[in-house]
């Protein structure tokens, strides 16, 4: 178990400017999900995908952000023509699915730092 | 929707005295319940979780939780803290297996 990859762990980019990040789930967890997480706060579901098909995406997901998991693996969000209201810390998790509850596992994060 | 309340933003406790932190929720049924604690720069451990069944459940580095239906409260405990206890802690629901809903946290110190 080499537990959930997150990468970058810190990205600091000028406002106006595309990020993207990747999730590299534990292998065979088929449920992954993204959260951000700003300063002082809890973190605050984004979406989640079940193998390749994205199941649910809150409202906190504007259109400037897009979720990907093509192959039912790793997945990456992209944040496009960043805000200063888009630094925080975004977390992947990951989980299998089944009978009664299977527990998230967290990745490290990556902090994104907006100039 | 639910909805998760920690009202301690920090708390400061001695090494070897005993903690509790408390999480009340908001829902309409009983959900899943967790605690999570984080380090600095990392992500969230597991530490314990209710379902059903015994409302009294033990966890990770001998913290344990009792769920209280009448004051739906979770609250969080550990008979003797330790220094390497100092972290954030989380608490958070889920009406099922998928996403939570996290509070917004309480930050504990450890004093020597």
């Known amino acids: 178990d080499t537990g959930v990859s997150q990468n970058p762990r810190h990205k600091i980019t000028k406002r106006g400017q595309n990020v993207t990040f990747r999730c590299d789930p534990i292998?065979?967890?088929?449920?992954l999900y993204w959260y951000r997480q700003t300063l002082g706060q809890g973190p605050e579901f984004l979406t989640y995908f079940q193998n390749e098909a994205q199941l649910e995406k809150s409202r906190l997901l504007s259109d400037r952000f897009s979720a990907e998991r093509p192959k039912g693996s790793f997945s990456t969000l992209e944040i496009q023509r960043t805000e200063q209201g888009d630094s925080a810390m975004y977390l992947c998790?990951?989980?299998?699915?089944?009978?009664?509850?299977?527990?998230?596992?967290f990745g490290d994060g990556t902090r994104l730092s907006i100039l | 929707a639910q909805s998760v309340t920690q009202p301690d933003i920090h708390i400061t406790v001695s090494e070897g005295a005993s903690l509790e932190l408390r999480c009340n929720y908001s829902y309409g049924a009983t959900p899943y319940l967790f605690w999570y604690v984080q380090s600095p720069g990392q992500g969230l451990q597991l530490l314990l979780k209710?379902?059903?069944?015994?409302?009294l459940v033990q966890g990770i580095k001998g913290f344990e939780a009792e769920f209280k239906r009448s004051q739906s409260s979770f609250n969080l405990r550990k008979p003797s803290v330790h220094w390497s206890d100092a972290a954030e802690y989380f608490c958070a629901v889920a009406p099922n297996a998928g996403k939570s809903t996290f509070g917004d946290g309480t930050t504990l110190t450890v004093k020597p």
């Open positions: 998790a990951s989980s299998l699915t089944g009978t009664g509850y299977q527990p998230q596992h």
């Open positions: 209710y379902f059903s069944g015994d409302t």
């Open positions: 292998s065979e967890h088929n449920r």
